[in-house]
């Protein structure tokens, strides 16, 4: 079956995901079969990786504004009261 014949049935691969079982349609020797299966697993958690570093900058981030909101907030409480 081709990638083509894969595309018009509905499914929810893309079309990496079609290409790949094209690519594996014919059996292969299980050895091959566990380092393709380990270098895909290793990408994905790569990607992974780096978007969960990508979240915890920027939860820093937000953290920080809120910090700076929460101190400017509290002093300008006391700007209209003459305290300042």
């Not at 393709?36 to 290793?42: A, D, E």
């Not at 958690?45 to 400017?72: C, K, L, P, Y």
């Amino acid at each position: 079956m081709l990638v083509n014949d894969l595309m018009r049935k509905p499914t929810s691969l893309n079309e990496q995901q079609l290409e790949m079982l094209c690519l594996l349609k014919v059996p292969i020797p299980a050895e091959d079969y566990d380092e393709v299966k380990r270098m895909v697993v290793k990408s994905l958690a790569r990607n992974i990786d780096s978007g969960t570093g990508n979240v915890m900058e920027e939860i820093e981030w937000i953290t920080e504004i809120h910090e700076f909101w929460n101190r400017e907030n509290a002093a300008s409480r006391y700007v209209n009261t003459g305290i300042y």
